[in-house]
């Protein structure tokens, strides 16, 4: 895997597991309330209702008792990379199998957001499922962007 590509899967990493830890926080803090985080961001790029945002909120509790477990199991593998490169005997065979973990419950995470996300977006109303698709592309365009800027020049 080339340095940009990694580059882009840890960023993409690092945003999914804060976004995964913004939606599966409880309480009454201002991200509940619209003003921060992805539900916050949801809510004044696609103008939900409360409904909606309730309908939501319902949508993460009930898959939190499988995300959660998930999250937690990721932070411990990670947890253990960190011992192995920091330890001293660094040991290659260790680390693929450490990767292998990491990559099989982080394609776990991704499906229980990709589930989430999918039952968010059924619940949204023709012109916000437009608004979204927007959102998404320029998000899109910004990736591609930056992938390029990052791509090495060739020497002169």
């Known amino acids: 895997m080339n340095?940009?590509?990694?580059?882009?899967?840890?960023?993409?990493?690092?945003?999914?597991?804060?976004?995964?830890?913004a939606i599966s926080q409880e309480g009454a803090g201002p991200r509940h309330h619209g003003e921060f985080g992805?539900?916050?961001?949801?809510?004044?790029?696609?103008?939900?209702?409360d409904a909606q945002q309730t309908q939501i909120k319902q949508i993460v509790a009930n898959e939190k008792p499988t995300l959660h477990p998930l999250m937690q199991?990721?932070?411990?593998?990670h947890q253990q990379m960190m011992q192995l490169v920091t330890g001293g005997n660094f040991d290659e065979t260790k680390a693929q199998a450490i990767i292998a973990?990491?990559?099989?419950?982080?394609?776990?995470?991704?499906?229980?957001?990709?589930?989430?996300m999918s039952q968010a977006y059924q619940?949204?109303?023709?012109?916000?499922?437009t608004k979204f698709a927007q959102v998404?592309?320029?998000?899109?365009?910004?990736?591609a962007q930056h992938s390029q800027e990052e791509q090495p020049t060739p020497n002169q």
Do not use: Y
């Open 73 to 77: 199991q990721e932070g411990q593998v």
């Open 38 to 49: 992805p539900l916050g961001f949801f809510t004044k790029a696609l103008n939900l209702t």
């Open 3 to 21: 340095t940009n590509k990694f580059k882009i899967l840890i960023a993409g990493l690092i945003v999914v597991m804060m976004t995964g830890f």
């Open 101 to 116: 973990q990491e990559s099989q419950t982080h394609a776990q995470i991704e499906l229980e957001h990709a589930r989430i």
């Open 136 to 143: 998404q592309a320029r998000h899109q365009q910004r990736m």
């Open 123 to 129: 619940i949204l109303t023709p012109d916000q499922k």
